[in-house]
Structure formats: structure tokens, C-alpha cells
């Protein structure tokens, strides 16, 4: 079984401060990570996801997570907030074909506010 | 490349009726998923589908259901509807199974029930 977990429901941050939204998981195998962002009365849309290649990984929109087993993190970064961030995201474990396929446990979400 | 599509974006039923909901993957992709998203309980997994069988299934009861055809398009039907079947459903395509795959979402059917 795996489970996601976010800290912090609600994060603010000021235009031009770093972003950091954290994710922790759980998973009896090594897992699929992924960062996905919903915005107002969308779907979600995929900003990264980490399958083992390497622990750094690069998205969209300027972000990017680091995987730390030790920590058993995925936390979502980006050096400098852009009104336009300002969405909720989400963070999702899955296991592959041994584990379930493509079903994706989510995180209960962090919505991003971005100030002035 | 088109997007995933669904099919309405928005509907009202009443209770004890039943719905269907509609998705259509993207183009060359196989696997089809569906979530069902709402304030309380968050972003579940409902079904997925490849090669038109279920593959994986969620903890819902049986009025909920779903079927892919031949083209990799998806229904999914909601049988006697409850207050609490108020949600956002959506969908996502997939290329494959092998959970490395990326999955694309659909913008969603907003259900709600009366």
C-alpha cells in the first residue's frame, strides 16, 4: 500500500520568494512520484514526476523536486513565486504495473497563495 | 496533439437517477482512468481501464461502474445517485500500465446531484 502526504493545506508566499511545498510518502516498493497543479474549475496538469532516473528532477513552470528516500520527501520547489503559481497542487505516489498500474494515491492538496 | 476530452462538462441529476460520463483519451493512449474529486474526501481512484478490461478498481460501491471500447473511449455510470455523488469526475489517459507513464487529465464532468 502507499499514502501521500502534504503539510499545509494553505501556503502563502510573496512574489518573488522561493516556493516550497512538501510532500512525505509511504510505499512497500519503490514508488512512481508525481507533482500535478489544478487551477480554478480545471483538470490537473502534470508539473513533474520522478521514476528513478535521477533524484533531481525538473518540471515545468520553472519547478522542480528532489527525492530523498532517506526522508521519504518529494518537496516541490521554485526559486521565485509568479502571481500565475498562485493554484493548488498535488502530490500522487503510484506503484507501476507490480502494484497497481497507473493508480495514483493523491496527497489531500496544498493551495498556493501568491501575494504582492 | 488533442487533450483528453470529457463529455458534459457540467450536469445536474436528481437522486435515484443514473449517469453516464464520457472520456475520450488522447490519441495513441491505451489506459484510461477515472477519480472522482471532492472537498471532503479528496482525489479518489475510481476505476482504470486497457485493452477495454478493468484493470484496477477503487473502494466504491457497485453503482458505480465503468467500460472502455475498441478506440480507448470510456464510460463511466453512476447508478441511483446520492446527494454525496456530488463531485468532480475526471479522467486520464495513459499510453501504459507501467506507472512511469505520464498521466494527462481531462478537465472534468462536474456532477452534481439534487
Known amino acids: 500500500a502507499q499514502s501521500v502526504t502534504q503539510l499545509g493545506s494553505h501556503v502563502s508566499v510573496s512574489e518573488g520568494a522561493l516556493v516550497l511545498l512538501r510532500c512525505n510518502y509511504s510505499s512497500s516498493v519503490p514508488p512512481y512520484l508525481f507533482w500535478y497543479v489544478q487551477y480554478p474549475n480545471q483538470g490537473l496538469q502534470l508539473l513533474l514526476k520522478?521514476?528513478?532516473?535521477?533524484?533531481l528532477v525538473k518540471g515545468i513552470n520553472g519547478f522542480e523536486a528532489e527525492f530523498k528516500k532517506s526522508e521519504t520527501s518529494f518537496h516541490l520547489t521554485k526559486p521565485s513565486a509568479h502571481m500565475s503559481d498562485a493554484a493548488e497542487y498535488f502530490c500522487a505516489v503510484t506503484l507501476g504495473v507490480t502494484g497497481g498500474g497507473n493508480k495514483l494515491t493523491f496527497g489531500t492538496g496544498t493551495q498556493l497563495k501568491v501575494e504582492l | 496533439k488533442a487533450g483528453v476530452t470529457q463529455t458534459p462538462r457540467y450536469l445536474i441529476k436528481t437522486r435515484g437517477q443514473q449517469v453516464t460520463l464520457s472520456c475520450s483519451p488522447i490519441?495513441?493512449?491505451?489506459?484510461v482512468s477515472w477519480y472522482q474529486q471532492t472537498p471532503g474526501q479528496g482525489l479518489q481512484f475510481l476505476f482504470e481501464y486497457f485493452s477495454e478490461t478493468q484493470r484496477n478498481k477503487g473502494n466504491f460501491p457497485g453503482r458505480f461502474s465503468g467500460r472502455q471500447f475498441s478506440n480507448s473511449r470510456s464510460e463511466m455510470n453512476v447508478s441511483t445517485l446520492e446527494l454525496g455523488d456530488s463531485a468532480l469526475y475526471l479522467c486520464?489517459?495513459?499510453?501504459?500500465?507501467?506507472?512511469?507513464?505520464?498521466?494527462?487529465f481531462g478537465p472534468g464532468t462536474r456532477l452534481t446531484v439534487t
Open positions: 486520464a489517459s495513459s499510453l501504459g500500465l507501467a506507472g512511469d507513464y505520464e498521466q494527462y
Open positions: 520522478y521514476t528513478s532516473a535521477a533524484t
Open positions: 490519441s495513441g493512449h491505451r489506459s
